[in-house]
């Protein structure tokens, strides 16, 4: 059974820094794309930044040359780090990736997504 397990969330004031972890376990063989999404209340889920792995990054225009999203491909893990910190940037943020399992209904590797289940951040003003 393959998780994803977030962690790094908590309470900063604005201007404040942050850094989120999320490390895959379980048994697959490897993992492609991996990318960070938020939620605040009251608003759909939205995507904040991915990373391919061979280390091509996207971002959203909202956290463009604040956050850095990076992989450690030995660990398993993705990092955020979250800069200049905004009141806005509150909400659960989730940890996704496309990993390759095997699956025993097709009779090969196949990619399913994975989801995390979040971990809270919260800037105050």
């Known amino acids: 059974q393959v998780q994803l397990v977030e962690s790094g969330g908590g309470l900063v004031q604005a201007g404040g820094s942050l850094r989120l972890s999320c490390a895959a376990s379980?048994?697959?063989?490897?993992?492609?794309?991996m990318c960070w999404y938020r939620q605040a209340p009251g608003k759909q889920r939205e995507v904040v930044a991915a990373i391919t792995n061979d280390a091509s990054s996207n971002y959203a225009d909202s956290v463009k040359g604040r956050f850095t999203i990076s992989r450690d491909n030995a660990k398993n893990t993705v990092y955020l780090q979250m800069n200049g910190l905004e009141p806005e940037d509150t909400a659960v943020y989730y940890c996704?990736?496309?990993?390759?399992?095997?699956?025993?209904?097709?009779?090969?590797?196949?990619?399913?997504?994975?989801w995390g289940k979040g971990t809270l951040v919260t800037v105050s003003s």
């Open positions: 379980g048994s697959y063989f490897s993992i492609n794309a």
């Open positions: 996704n990736a496309d990993i390759m399992v095997w699956s025993d209904y097709d009779g090969t590797w196949v990619y399913r997504e994975y």
